[in-house]
């Protein structure tokens, strides 16, 4: 109990649908998230393999998305922030690791707090029943201001995780990605049990090198942000033959430079190759790196 796992959704093709993680709050009972548009069609989904595929299985499925409010809380001192609402849970970092839960009271409201996050930096998402969602945050922003607490957009967001190298489903990912292609596919061939999918991915095809593989882009120029959308081309010259493009872009505040996300062909095979990036007429040289630009270890997530 306590503990939470990341985890991805398959079809039965095998193709990557959606990402999420799944908290054990008891012996039998967990409690799964998802992307933030995808909860009713995932619990569909978990509702037709109970009533279709696996009827036997004594398991209730419950949609409790507008049940509880969430707020995220992301940074070298959000602990701080968080412990000044008051709690009976204990938020050290041994007692309390990263993807982990824990229920109990926060400013004398029932409160679950997962230390889970997309920012790559310490983070708690707090779940508080719905009601009480918006004083929760004008009491977080309240405790924090002195300590330059502010909100963060989606834009902020994306900057973040793209410099962690988190894969965004639907953004990273296409309607052909399989586990493999995202670096998963060891961690799949370790499981010994089935999965909506698996059949799938011992098709000659779901193996190949040369499939679409998840990896950073490095623009040659730092102060280049690569066009989402362009293309890597073996001759840009002839627009044609693409091997793979451009999925994620910005420039990180953090690191000095421009840094990118791209599905390539047989990309991790080719890390530090040098590459060419064509979009709208214009090319970009530019290298494939690991998606990892920041903190590869986790130091700050664990912190």
């Known amino acids: 109990m306590g503990q939470v796992r990341y985890g991805i959704m398959l079809n039965e093709h095998g193709i990557i649908i959606d990402d999420g993680v799944c908290m054990r709050l008891a012996d039998n009972s967990f409690l799964v998230s998802t992307t933030s548009g995808a909860a009713s069609r995932i619990f569909s989904a978990f509702e037709e393999w109970l009533q279709c595929e696996w009827p ?4 209730l499925v419950t949609n409790v998305t507008s049940v509880w409010g969430n707020v995220a809380v992301a940074g070298p001192r959000a602990r701080e922030v968080v412990q000044r609402l008051g709690t009976d849970v ?4 041994e007692t309390f690791p990263h993807l982990a839960v824990r229920c109990g009271t926060l400013a004398g409201v029932p409160a679950r ?5 997309f920012t790559g930096e310490l983070s708690f998402e707090i779940n508080v029943p719905a009601g009480y969602a918006s004083a929760l945050w004008e009491a977080l922003i309240a405790q924090g201001r ?12 994306q900057e973040l995780r793209t410099e962690k190298g988190f ?37 000659s095809d779901a193996k190949r090198a040369d499939r679409l593989q998840f990896v950073g882009i490095a623009a040659q120029d730092p102060n280049v942000v690569l066009p989402v959308g362009g293309h890597i081309m073996a001759d840009p010259s002839t627009r044609s033959g693409s091997q793979g493009y451009v999925t994620s872009s910005c420039a990180s505040e953090t690191l000095g430079r421009s840094v990118a996300l791209g599905l390539v062909v047989a990309g991790r095979a080719r890390l530090n190759e040098s590459i ?16 990892n630009w920041y903190d590869p270890k986790g130091e700050r997530l664990n912190a």
């Open 56 to 59: 036997e299985l004594r398991v």
């Open 90 to 93: 204990d938020l050290g970092r």
């Open 113 to 117: 707090i997962a230390r889970v996050g």
């Open 146 to 157: 002195d300590l330059n607490a502010t909100p963060i957009g989606v834009d902020a967001l």
């Open 167 to 203: 894969l965004h489903v639907g953004t990273d990912t296409d309607a052909r990605t399989v586990p493999a292609d995202i670096g998963m596919g060891a961690i799949l061939a370790k499981k010994t049990e089935d999965f909506v999918g698996r059949r799938s991915l011992e098709r």
């Open 276 to 291: 060419q990036v064509y979009s709208g007429g214009r090319v970009w040289p530019a290298r494939l790196v690991s998606p």
